[in-house]
């Protein structure tokens, strides 16, 4: 079985763009999260969809949006780029509280 | 607020010998605890979780981690790390909410040398 696939893996953005990544869990897992990894911390959270809808939304501003899809697929957007929104994004997906979170590899996004 | 903190920046082992990795968490329940390990520009890899029942926790790779409620710890040990086991190496706790969502530690270093 394929593991939680991100794509792209990497990706350079200009100040002010607009990005979409991209998640697509473990066959049968229903829960996504996503998470920000800033070099030389540990990740952040940002959002946790179940069942196509938002479970929960960490401390980062209304520039960074998400959804999943009937698939169970989810995608992170993020508006008006800034350049500390350079980071590792990591997809992490669940089939349920007590099972534990598998990451995908993540998308490394530079803003310049 | 819970949170996890991992004291130790970088560490070096010699190859052989053995490890072990502090992580202390804030929480007011029984947490529940998870020891990831991640190679460079890789995400994030499950060595070994911790939910309920027996305190000492056997992962992959020959870690184990021991969770000691009086000490607010879950430290991560293995009796002879290898030359691959160089990584950075993060705590975590889930938060027990709606979410379960996780609160990672800033990471430990470990570089091995031969």
């Known amino acids: 079985d394929a593991g939680v696939t991100q794509s792209p893996t990497h990706l350079i953005k200009t100040r002010g763009q607009h990005v979409t990544l991209r998640c697509s869990p473990i066959?049968?897992?229903?829960?996504v999260s996503w998470y920000q990894q800033v070099l030389g911390q540990g990740p952040q959270f940002i959002f946790q969809y179940y069942e196509k809808e938002e479970r929960g939304r960490g401390n980062f501003p209304d520039r960074f949006s998400a959804r999943q899809f009937p698939n169970y697929s989810s995608e992170l957007n993020v508006n008006a780029l800034l350049l500390g929104d350079s980071a590792l994004y990591l997809c992490?997906?669940?089939?349920?509280?007590?099972?534990?979170?598998?990451f995908g590899s993540g998308t490394r996004l530079t803003v310049v | 607020a819970q949170s996890v903190t991992q004291p130790d920046i970088h560490i070096t082992v010699s190859e052989g010998a053995s490890l072990e990795l502090r992580c202390n968490y804030s929480y007011g329940a029984t947490p529940y605890l998870f020891w990831y390990v991640q190679s460079p520009g890789q995400g994030l890899q499950l060595l070994l979780k911790?939910?309920?029942?027996?305190?000492l926790v056997q992962g992959i790779k020959g870690f184990e981690a021991e969770f000691k409620r009086s000490q607010s710890s879950f430290n991560l040990r293995k009796p002879s790390v290898h030359w691959s086991d160089a990584a950075e190496y993060f705590c975590a706790v889930g938060d027990g909410g709606a979410t379960n969502k996780l609160i990672f530690g800033t990471g430990t270093l470990l570089a091995v040398q031969p």
């Open positions: 992490a997906s669940s089939s349920g509280q007590g099972s534990g979170y598998t």
């Open positions: 911790y939910f309920s029942g027996d305190t």
């Open positions: 066959s049968g897992h229903k829960s």
